[in-house]
């Protein structure tokens, strides 16, 4: 999952993520682009501060990638 610590005026962003991830883990940082209000510039913002961990024996996005 998508470990992401948002302030509260972005609550409604941080509980569209739980809402998503609920239906379908994250194993990218692009993988939330399925949650509205993420586009290039966000995940591009986040990509350095995320981390991504999928199933045993999958890579997936590291701080810093």
């Keep these: 999952?998508?470990?992401?610590?948002?302030?509260?005026?972005?609550?409604?962003?941080?509980?569209?993520i739980i809402q998503q991830r609920a239906i379908h883990p994250f194993?990218?940082?692009?993988?939330?682009?399925?949650v509205s209000g993420f586009g290039d510039k966000r995940i591009?913002?986040?990509?350095?501060?995320v981390y991504v961990e999928g199933p045993a024996g999958r890579e997936t996005d590291q701080p810093g990638d």
């Design 44 to 49: 591009a913002a986040l990509r350095g501060l």
């Design 1 to 16: 999952g998508v470990d992401i610590i948002y302030p509260p005026e972005h609550r409604k962003l941080a509980e569209q």
């Design 27 to 34: 194993y990218f940082v692009e993988d939330l682009r399925a």
